[in-house]
């Protein structure tokens, strides 16, 4: 049973626009909620996270809102650019203090256009 | 070289093969890992070691062998491979495994892509 779900594979968003990206878990044991960014011919490199504690987590044009009664988390990009362009994974970690074991959604395509 | 690195990076075995792939990290960091990536699948983890010491092993095939024989360094030893088990392997490190959640934010290297015949 797959405990982190992102729905959407794919998305495509005009320069400029807000890109939105959804991500939906089903284990209320986790604590801590990471996004990663993933380009082609290279591994996944850390963007955001936020702690259960917290509802919005921002850096720069990045935001991150946990929705934890609804146990839905989102990714906002405000510009989005080209250069944001990757596959986006949400992954969660906390079952039981095990803060490196991450469990990894199946990854959102995100297409910015010019 | 820094960060977390890979090798080979890309790999074409037969099912009667043996390989090894190989990874390195340079971040002083205690834990390593080993993930897998199929097609449209969630990357799954398949080991962890915290300080030279295996502390998980989500069930994977024991064709799959992992090695760490310092904090630095991982090996994936391969033996009898499946097709099915071509996929992206990628190795990440972290400062360790058992801190708080929020400690552990997860450094990958760029990935082993593997192709069995």
């Known amino acids: 049973d797959q405990q982190v779900k992102q729905n959407s594979p794919s998305l495509s968003v005009q320069e400029g626009r807000i890109s939105i990206l959804n991500c939906d878990y089903t284990?209320?044991?986790?604590?801590?909620f990471l996004w990663y960014k993933k380009y082609p011919a290279e591994g996944p490199t850390f963007l955001i996270s936020i702690s259960s504690i917290k509802d919005k987590n921002e850096d720069g044009r990045f935001t991150v809102f946990l929705n934890k009664s609804a146990k839905h988390l989102s990714l906002h990009i405000v510009p989005s650019q080209p250069g944001d362009s990757a596959v986006y994974f949400c992954a969660a970690s906390g079952i039981n203090n095990q803060g490196g074991k991450l469990i990894f959604g199946q990854g959102t395509e995100l297409s910015v256009k010019p | 070289e820094t960060g977390v690195t890979q090798t080979p990076r890309h790999l074409v075995m037969g099912m009667t093969n043996k390989k090894s792939l190989k990874c390195e990290q340079h971040?002083?960091?205690?834990?390593m890992y080993w993930y897998k990536q199929s097609a449209k699948k969630p990357l799954e983890l398949m080991f962890v070691?915290?300080?030279?010491?295996?502390?998980e092993n989500n069930s994977v095939p024991s064709r799959f062998s992992p090695e760490c024989p310092n904090s630095s360094h991982l090996f994936l030893h391969l033996h009898t491979l499946q097709p099915e088990d071509s996929a992206l392997y990628l190795c990440a490190s972290s400062q360790d495994f058992r801190g708080a959640s929020g400690a552990n934010v997860l450094t990958f290297g760029a990935g082993s892509r593997l192709t069995v015949l």
């Open positions: 971040l002083g960091h205690n834990a």
């Open positions: 070691y915290n300080f030279k010491e295996q502390t």
């Open positions: 284990n209320s044991m986790f604590d801590y």
